[in-house]
């Protein structure tokens, strides 16, 4: 093939002219911008090392001080006002007082009610003996008056593994296994009961608020303490051949909760407050002659005198 020639007054081109930007980074690998500003600092007799590390310490000692600013202004934002303070304290003061007035007032009932009791026995004393006689029956019967008699106490506590597991509610006694127990109770001939000292009358509510277990809105924890005025020999044995008793035997045998059932000689229980009469009727005038309207109890009442205590 014929090699072409360049025109006569035309220089000829270098054979590596289309590598010529390669060339030039070869042979001045450096920007001749910055080739100068090197050359300046140079001469100025300025290092680049000792700046960037005047850079570097002005860097650390900008964010110690953000630092220590952010966490003074987060302390400051903890603490709470002299505002917050005084509404606190003045919250407290108010729950205190509220709650002693509550203590209070529900000892002046308490108070009032064994007097009004007073004055409602002496006179039907005074009137009508058979009336009174009768009145401290259903009186009992409603648990709104306190009662002494011989009795069954049966106790029952969460089993030991329940600390280990208190996720496992098998392990505790539950209201489910309360309301059963005194079912049975009433069903045996109990004629009072009462749990951790609560009196049971025939409108209280056993339920559950967590661990606990609330008696009339009274929250009780165990072990708890179930007492039943009457004839211990026959409510223990009416228990034990109850679906009650089975249940407690499971709850014992399987689960390993807690029971303890003892004959009591005196067992004492305190009224459940008064009452809300909700309906009245004339009980029946045969049933009244022929005594089966007023059952005679064995719990008591304990006569009181002026300081509400029992007289001998």
């Known amino acids: 093939m014929a090699q072409r020639h360049a025109p006569a007054g035309v220089a000829p081109r270098p054979v590596d002219e289309s590598m010529t930007l390669l060339t030039e980074l070869q042979r001045r690998p450096l920007d001749p911008g910055y080739a100068e500003a090197a050359a300046r600092r140079s001469a100025a007799g300025v290092r680049p090392r000792a700046r960037a590390g005047v850079a570097w310490v002005g860097v650390v000692v900008v964010a110690a001080v953000l630092g220590v600013g952010v966490a003074a202004a987060a302390v400051a934002l903890r603490q709470p006002t002299a505002d917050d303070r005084q509404a606190r304290q003045l919250l407290e ?93 009433w069903a045996a001939g109990a004629e009072a009961i009462s749990i951790n000292g609560q009196r049971i009358a025939g409108t209280t509510a056993i339920r559950s608020a967590g661990s606990a277990v609330l008696v009339d809105l009274v929250p009780l924890v165990g072990p708890y303490t179930v007492d039943a005025i009457g004839n211990a020999a026959d409510l223990q044995t009416r228990l034990a051949l109850s679906s009650a008793g089975q249940h407690i035997a499971t709850l014992k045998a399987t689960y390993g909760i807690g029971v303890s059932i003892s004959s009591q000689r005196t067992l004492s229980m305190p009224g459940s407050g008064g009452t809300s009469l909700r309906s009245a009727s004339v009980p029946d005038a045969a049933l009244v002659a022929a005594g089966l309207a007023d059952a005679t109890p064995t719990a008591r009442v304990p006569e009181s005198g002026p300081d509400n205590k029992e007289v001998p």
């Not at 030991?160 to 049975?184: F, G, I, M, S």
Request: aromatic share 2%; no cysteine.
């Open 93 to 185: 003061s108010q729950v205190r007082e509220r709650k002693d007035q509550v203590q209070q007032l529900t000892a002046s009932n308490a108070q009032l009610a064994a007097q009004v009791s007073q004055l409602q026995q002496a006179a039907l004393s005074a009137q009508n003996p058979a009336l009174r006689a009768t009145t401290q029956g259903w009186s009992i019967a409603a648990g709104v008056a306190p009662v002494t008699g011989p009795g069954l106490r049966v106790v029952l506590a969460d089993a030991q593994a329940a600390a280990a597991d208190p996720e496992n509610l098998d392990l505790r006694v539950q209201d489910v296994d309360l309301q059963v127990l005194v079912n049975a109770l």
